[in-house]
T-cell receptor, first 114, second 116 residues
Framework: DAKTTQPNSMESNEEEPVHLPCNHSTISGTDYIHWYRQLPSQGPEYVIH???SNVNNRMASLAIAEDRKSSTLILHRATLRDAAVYYCILRDDPGYSSASKIIFGSGTRLSIRP | NAGVTQTPKFRILKIGQSMTLQCAQDMNHNYMYWYRQDPGMGLKLIYY???????DKGEVPNGYNVSRSTTEDFPLRLELAAPSQTSVYFC???????????????FGQGTRLTVV
């Protein structure tokens, strides 16, 4: 399985944008880039995913490099509730059997300063 | 919809005891997963299932067993509990469909297990 590399921790100020990077230099053409986050004492929750084009939803934006070897999760205006561990995960095209696994790395622990 | 429901929320086991962690989902998802998360660490995949009657090992399957007799339920069995199995266990489900389907995974709230 292709691996992802994320910084162990990041800090940001409340109400400012946050850019969380993820490197995935061995990504394959059929890998989707998924982001999940885990709030304290809770199960992970889905944030966003994409394949090649940048994606936006109500929670965040996902910027994918043209060569797909890296991506950035963007929180446009961080709140204290966004303090969590953010995981960048590669998932294969659901048509392939390997897509059934979701393997988590160590993630980035995001702290938000009031 | 209830989503993914895990029971119990907390449990203390003695070494050598066995138990079953229950997981049920009401979203008609074909894929289901079990993870464990040790304190301060990331999630490790124990077992997963792509549909009723089909299960496969994940990263850390030793000491656990699973079964998937229905689409809705995916119980995790611990035989001969050991202190190393003290952890928080998360169950998740997702749809594994075509290329353009939304395959986000939904997680339960976890079962906190202590083996003493």
């Amino acid at each position: 399985d292709a691996k992802t590399t994320q910084p162990n921790s990041m800090e940001s100020n409340e109400e400012e944008p946050v850019h969380l990077p993820c490197n995935h230099s061995t990504i394959s053409g059929t890998d989707y880039i998924h982001w999940y986050r885990q709030l304290p004492s809770q199960g992970p929750e889905y944030v966003i995913h994409g394949l090649t084009s940048n994606v936006n939803n109500r929670m965040a934006s996902l910027a994918i490099a043209e060569d797909r070897k890296s991506s950035t999760l963007i929180l446009h205006r961080a709140t204290l509730r966004d303090a969590a561990v953010y995981y960048c995960i590669l998932r294969d095209d659901p048509g392939y059997s390997s897509a059934s696994k979701i393997i988590f790395g160590s993630g980035t622990r995001l702290s938000i300063r009031p | 919809n209830a989503g993914v429901t895990q029971t119990p929320k907390f449990r203390i086991l003695k070494i050598g005891q066995s138990m079953t962690l229950q997981c049920a989902q009401d979203m008609n998802h074909n894929y289901m997963y079990w993870y464990r998360q040790d304190p301060g660490m990331g999630l490790k995949l124990i077992y997963y299932s792509v549909g009723a009657g089909i299960t496969d090992k994940g990263e850390v399957p030793n000491g656990y067993n699973v079964s998937r007799s229905t689409t809705e339920d995916f119980p995790l069995r611990l035989e001969l509990a050991a202190p190393s199995q003290t952890s928080v266990y998360f169950c998740a489900s997702s749809y594994g469909g075509g290329m353009n389907m939304n395959t986000e995974a939904f997680f339960g709230q976890g079962t906190r297990l202590t083996v003493v």
